[in-house]
């Protein structure tokens, strides 16, 4: 019954590949995230959608492409990937602001990427 | 533009000592300021969080303080335990969308010693 769950949790792959990770919620909140964080740390957000419609789409290469097939579900598409691509990708979710939230975000346990 | 810094990159205390946990912004306009909690091979877990128009709120054994003229927010955890070892990130938030715009800090790794 894990509230936010990501697939895969670890993903080895070579550069040039296209990989993909999932992402489905299940705390009926409307909006979710994709946050990168580097070896050092740091969390960015690159991408939020509010019930299937991208809200943020922060400085981030084409080569990453989010999906939202249903408020629950948030995917990441990456194509082409490089060495530079390799960090912990976490997904998160949110109660809606007009449904009285301080933007708590649920995050999931992330996806390890690693690019050789 | 918008950033969100901490002054110390770890922290290290004795068990049952008094921890703080210091970060400086930038960006006024945010509504709320909060403290996530990383463990290792976990996602961040949300601690507490204060609304811009407050000083000071508290939790269980945690205390945010929020000092507006010098653009800086505090995470005081009182008797620290060996749980509490973690990397702690302060945030700003503003509504975005329908959703929030949540921008992070660095974060502060903090050793228990016992």
Known sequence: DTAVSQTPKYLVTQMGNDKSIKCEQNLGHDTMYWYKQDSKKFLKIMFSYNNKELIINETVPNRFSP??????????????????????????????RDRGSTGELFFGEGSRLTVL | G??????????????GDNSIINCAYSNSASD????YKQESGKG?????????????????RVTVLLNKTVKHLSLQIAATQPGDSAVYFCAE??????????????????????
């Open chain 2, 32 to 35: 709320y300021f909060i403290w």
């Open chain 1, 67 to 96: 999906k939202s097939p249903d408020k629950a579900h948030l995917n990441l598409h990456i194509n082409s990937l490089e060495l530079g691509d390799s960090a912990v990708y976490f997904c998160a979710s949110s109660l809606r």
């Open chain 2, 93 to 114: 938030n503003k509504g975005w969308g329908g959703g929030f715009k949540t921008i992070f800090g660095a974060g502060t790794r903090l050793f228990v010693k016992a």
């Open chain 2, 2 to 15: 918008e950033s969100v810094g901490l002054h110390l990159p770890t922290l290290s205390v004795q068990e």
């Open chain 2, 44 to 60: 961040p877990q949300f601690i507490i969080d204060i609304r811009s128009n407050m000083d000071k709120r508290q939790g269980q």
